[in-house]
């Protein structure tokens, strides 16, 4: 796995190359870490992270430091099985806030299932 970033103004992108699993998070936690205070913005694009597993979860919905600068979140172009699996992650806890992760619309075949 690899990432590479972009920041443009206040929005940070980080595109994903590879899985995300526990070996890989560590990596993926440092860069976000080391953002500069003034993003205000966190957008993982990961059209080319084809696998996640719980490790992807815990990146995505873990709170921002307390020492850190506040940082909206969101994710982009997921691929079939991370998009899937977050969707089953919201279905057994309602609590997770999928909505605010997610774009506006899921593909209906996720929602039929």
């Known amino acids: 796995m690899h990432f590479t970033l972009r920041i443009d103004g206040t929005a940070?992108?980080?595109t994903v190359h590879g899985e995300i699993d526990y070996t890989?998070?560590?990596?993926?936690?440092?860069?976000?870490?080391?953002?500069?205070?003034?993003?205000t913005e966190?957008?993982?694009?990961?059209h080319d992270a084809d696998f996640?597993?719980?490790?992807?979860?815990?990146?995505?919905?873990?709170?921002?430091?307390?020492?850190?600068?506040?940082?909206k979140t969101?994710?982009?172009?997921l691929a079939p099985q991370p998009l899937r699996l977050l969707v089953l992650a919201a279905e057994m806890n309602p609590t997770l806030e999928l909505a605010r992760l997610l774009p506006d619309t899921l593909p209906a075949t996720l929602l039929d299932d």
């Open 52 to 71: 996640m597993d719980v490790a992807g979860l815990h990146l995505l919905f873990e709170q921002p430091s307390p020492q850190g600068p506040p940082r």
């Open 24 to 39: 890989t998070l560590p990596t993926l936690r440092a860069a976000a870490a080391k953002l500069p205070p003034n993003v």
């Open 42 to 46: 966190l957008v993982w694009d990961l």
């Open 12 to 14: 940070a992108h980080i």
């Open 74 to 77: 969101t994710v982009t172009n």
